[in-house]
């Protein structure tokens, strides 16, 4: 669990299971064993390493919801009834385009809990960022929809075609949104700075996306889900060997492309407040990818052979003997992303 110190950055984790137990997202020792083990609190607290607690526990909060909707669509796969993905985002997607819970209907836990952070989130905060975080996660609504039907038809993307999917699927950019607002620093939107801002924000995105690939190419192949070791070994007709060293080559690149795009964003010609603005938002978007990338070698979020992360999530159209497994992946060591770290 996480550390209970307090300070700033620090999180007793209690309170989060606490939370998570009320809306519904952990309903056994298992679950809350699992939850516990993704050890968020080490992301959110390394994002803010000063933030109030307050904004460090919404953070956290953030986390073990998107977390969970993963969760949830992953462990489906192929299994899934037809049509149930769609009546599981559906609602998620009313309350991102008006605000309010759905009044038909049983209640999901996933909907009332989007309902609750957004409306403590967006309080207060200007309409473009609202438009902005409501058009991205639905991104991954809508990129995790055309993932699963790829996956049901057996359709293998490009290695392109699958970077550009990726990008949405890790949910690294609703997630950083997020953290303008717990963070206190806006993204600058500003014509002069708009394309490398846009480029530093994928980068962070590629970054996280394929150190986690790297990390899960095994499991994956087993659960039957495309990754980008995959793709490059079918496309350039290698070894996953090799198709490993050459995503290691790429994530360096991307390091390279994040801090060269950084840099020629502090150099970019603003007014002195702009500039500030900027600055701040570059801190905590490096920030970021730093206690994520920490987060992803350092935890067990993604750690194979323990109850906890076996622990299935029951969902409506699936009954929970016939399940299939978890799909597990290790946690990266440092011959998986020690480029990347």
């Given amino acids: 669990m996480g550390d209970s110190r307090s300070g700033p950055g620090r999180l007793d984790f209690e309170p989060v299971l606490k939370w998570a137990r009320t809306h519904g997202l952990v309903t056994d020792m298992p679950g809350e064993r699992r939850l516990a083990a993704m050890r968020l609190d080490v992301l959110a607290g390394g994002a803010l390493p000063h933030g109030a607690e307050a904004d460090v526990l919404l953070t956290v909060q953030w986390a073990v919801f998107i977390c969970w909707v993963d969760d949830c669509i992953d462990r489906g796969g192929p299994a899934l009834a037809p049509g149930w993905l769609e009546a599981f985002t559906a609602p998620l997607r009313q309350v991102l385009q008006s605000g309010a819970v759905p009044s038909a209907g049983v209640l999901l836990p996933h909907v009332s809990v989007l309902a609750g952070l957004w409306e403590r989130t967006a309080a207060g905060m200007p309409t473009r960022w609202r438009e902005r975080f409501a058009r991205e996660y639905t991104d991954f609504l809508d ?109 360096d690149q991307r390091r390279r492309d994040f801090a060269s795009t950084a840099q020629a964003l502090r150099t970019t010609p603003l007014p002195t407040n702009r500039r500030e603005e900027l600055g701040r938002y570059l801190a905590l978007v490096e920030q970021f990818m730093s206690a994520t990338l920490h987060w992803l070698f350092t935890t067990g979020r993604f750690t194979s052979g323990t109850n906890a992360s076996a622990a299935p999530i029951r969902r409506p159209g699936i009954d929970a003997r016939s399940a299939p497994r978890l799909r597990t992946r290790p946690t990266p060591g440092p011959d998986a992303i020690d480029t990347a770290l």
């Fill in 143 to 251: 990129a995790t929809e055309q993932e699963l039907a790829l996956r049901q038809a057996g359709t293998r993307l490009a290695v392109t075609d699958y970077v550009r999917l990726r990008r949405s699927t890790i949910t690294l950019l609703p997630m950083l949104t997020v953290m303008e607002r717990t963070g206190h620093a806006l993204m600058v939107e500003d014509q002069r700075v708009d394309s490398r801002v846009r480029d530093l924000r994928w980068a962070l995105a590629d970054i996280a996306g394929w150190a986690n690939d790297l990390a899960s190419g095994a499991d994956d192949a087993l659960a039957g889900q495309d990754n980008l070791v995959a793709a490059i070994a079918r496309e350039e007709e290698c070894s996953a060997a090799l198709a490993r060293v050459q995503v290691r080559a790429m994530i």
